[in-house]
T-cell receptor
Framework: DTEVTQTPKHLVMGMTNKKSLKCEQHMGHRAMYWYKQKAKKPPELMFVYSYEKLSINESVPSRFSPECPNSSLLNLHLHALQPEDSALYLC??????????????FGQGTRLTVV | AQTVTQSQPEMSVQEAETVTLSCTYDTSESDYYLFWYKQPPSRQMILVIRQEAYKQQNATENRFSVNFQKAAKSFSLKISDSQLGDAAMYFCAYRSQYSGGGADGLTFGKGTHLIIQP
């Protein structure tokens, strides 16, 4: 199984809503990532979890709240978003140890629209 | 901080021809990984090829090969016998070698949009 599964695939939410994006992998990867991608731009790193602990927060606004309940799951909780937060949100995972530190596997993304 | 530069916003090639996409990067590290990812209109990021910096041999994967010049900090992708399914946005990406600090997210270039002419 080399899949990273993200749900939902599409999400439309109002600025006062609270929603969550979910990501799951069963490859035994101990690093998981959230990226944000605007149209015609490269992905931008938001958060990195290493062994279920938040290791990188790239100065992301607090209206985005990540959570890693266990080694297979990664959530991104959304609250009071702005229209400019509309984007494709990509989850990825990879190994962490030196001998197996290779590529990141990406999910298909959640296309988020904030209205 | 590392930077990745892709100087070709768009490239066009005839089907069955060969095309080379350019990528340069800047880093002070000696150990790292370089990747080419493909993103078709479906937006799924798909790994095309990877290169470990400590390996001198250029990576190849079927029709895809790289020209890795470590001293010049250059990492170009060659696609041979281009096919219609190769049409996509191609991103060059850099990743630090694992150091225990957790600072190992991917740094992407701006991408090159590859068009395949039938």
């Amino acid at each position: 199984d080399t899949e990273v599964t993200q749900t939902p695939k599409h999400l439309v939410m109002g600025m006062t809503n609270k929603k969550s994006l979910k990501c799951e992998q069963h490859m035994g990867h101990r690093a998981m990532y959230w990226y944000k991608q605007k149209a015609k731009k490269p992905p931008e790193l938001m958060f990195v979890y290493s062994y279920e602990k938040l290791s990188i927060n790239e100065s992301v606004p607090s209206r985005f709240s990540p959570e890693c309940p266990n080694s297979s799951l990664l959530n991104l909780h959304l609250h009071a978003l702005q229209p400019e937060d509309s984007a494709l949100y990509l989850c990825a995972s990879s190994h962490r140890d030196r001998q197996r530190n290779t590529e990141a596997f990406f999910g298909q993304g959640t296309r988020l629209t904030v209205v | 901080a590392q930077t990745v530069t892709q100087s070709q916003p768009e490239m066009s090639v005839q089907e069955a021809e060969t095309v080379t996409l350019s990528c340069t990067y800047d880093t002070s590290e000696s150990d790292y990984y370089l990747f080419w990812y493909k993103q078709p209109p479906s937006r799924q990021m798909i790994l095309v090829i990877r290169q470990e910096a400590y390996k001198q041999q250029n990576a190849t994967e079927n029709r895809f090969s790289v020209n890795f010049q470590k001293a010049a900090k250059s990492f170009s992708l060659k696609i041979s016998d281009s096919q219609l399914g190769d049409a996509a946005m191609y991103f060059c990406a850099y990743r630090s070698q694992y150091s225990g600090g957790g600072a190992d997210g991917l740094t992407f270039g701006k991408g090159t949009h590859l068009i395949i002419q039938p």
